[in-house]
């Protein structure tokens, strides 16, 4: 499937605007990550925040945005990396939901 989807030397999207979740399931697959339904509520507010300032979130806006917008998924760092199976969360929740890597992300 990515022999025809164009991705940056860290795994991310040159354009976001191709999305989708399937793309997305194939991306979780290289951190060995099922997405299920919260998954894609929360990529899905990822992409929201990128769409309404224009930039993918660090980790600590990241938090934020999610604990305002799916306040139901009681959201932290940690069960973010349980999630996500990496400790990197900003940098691969983004990738994942087909953004670019944040500023200042290693």
Not at 31 to 42: G, P, Y
Not at 60 to 68: A, F, S, V, Y
Request: hydrophobic residues 40%.
């Amino acid at each position: 499937m990515t022999a025809n989807v164009a991705l940056d030397q860290d795994g991310h999207l040159y354009d976001h605007s191709i999305w989708t979740p399937e793309l997305a399931q194939h991306l979780a697959d290289t951190l060995e990550v099922d997405l299920n339904a919260e998954h894609l509520e929360i990529l899905l507010q990822v992409r929201a925040f990128f769409i309404k300032f224009n930039h993918a979130p660090a980790t600590r806006p990241l938090i934020k945005w999610l604990q305002q917008n799916l306040p139901e998924h009681d959201i932290s760092n940690q069960k973010l990396q349980q999630l996500f199976n990496t400790g990197l969360v900003a940098r691969h929740v983004n990738r994942l939901a087909g953004l670019p890597k944040p500023p200042n992300c290693l």
